[in-house]
């Protein structure tokens, strides 16, 4: 069975650190381009970052910029979103998605275009 599973969601206080990670079971994520994506209550789903299948190209949501990094181990078969200097807006259940190749992280937060999606890890940033 294909699947994604995202963990490392959790409750921290603003201006703290969390580190989500993306595995895949049932394939190898070597050749696939993984997106995170993240929902609020009641906000349409926001695409956060992108990396492309080499690592070698990334993307990011202006709003995330410069305090979120994204990076992919593929001998561990496993994407990491590093969430540093957190804001309560940053609030919202963290899915990671990956399409199949060709792919590129161009247009990255058009959802309809990956194949796997996990379900999901809570980000709570909250004093």
């Known amino acids: 069975q294909l699947q994604l599973v995202e963990s490392g969601g959790g409750l921290v206080q603003p201006g703290g650190s969390l580190r989500l990670s993306c595995a895949a079971s049932?394939?190898?994520?070597?050749?696939?381009?993984i997106g995170w994506f993240r929902q609020a209550p009641g906000k349409e789903r926001e695409g956060v970052s992108c990396?492309?299948?080499?690592?070698?190209?990334?993307k990011y949501a202006d709003s995330v910029k410069g305090r979120f990094t994204i990076s992919r181990d593929n001998a561990k078969n496993t994407v990491y979103l590093q969430m540093n200097s957190l804001k309560p807006e940053d609030t919202a259940v963290y899915y990671c998605?990956?399409?199949?190749?060709?792919?590129?992280?161009?247009?990255?937060?058009?959802?309809?275009?990956?194949?796997?999606w996990g379900q999901g890890t809570q980000v709570t940033v909250s004093s």
């Open positions: 049932g394939f190898t994520l070597d050749y696939y381009v």
């Open positions: 990396i492309s299948s080499s690592g070698g190209s990334t």
């Open positions: 998605a990956a399409e199949r190749p060709p792919a590129g992280c161009v247009a990255y937060d058009r959802a309809n275009r990956y194949d796997y």
